[in-house]
């Protein structure tokens, strides 16, 4: 019995010190994600137009009348993936955001919409404007 206790212990031991590979790195120019974002399933626009060195973002936004954006921001995850997140302070907008990352395969921003109001979540998805 204990043999076959210790077997178990020396597969683990070879399981946990097999070093985890890093994810592979996807790094973007920031620059890709400026432009005229649609909203795939409403005529919402999105209109990033500058991506600063310190991670602030001039954004935008139309639904379809212009929504004051209070905060605007991106970031590079790990892998150098973009990920951008705008805020709202407007009348029936206060604190609702878009937490959303850049597909570069797709050409699409992707991610989730926080309406503060209703206090829902939605997954959202914007395809670049032609």
Sequence with gaps: METETTAASDETAKVQSVPLKPAQSVSVDKNKVIGTWVRTDAPYNLKITDLS???????EYFNPKSIHVAKATWTTDVNGAINIYVEFKDENYPGSNYTLFYMPDNDLLAGKYFQAVEGATYDVEFMRAK
């Design 53 to 59: 060195s310190d991670g602030n973002m001039k954004v």
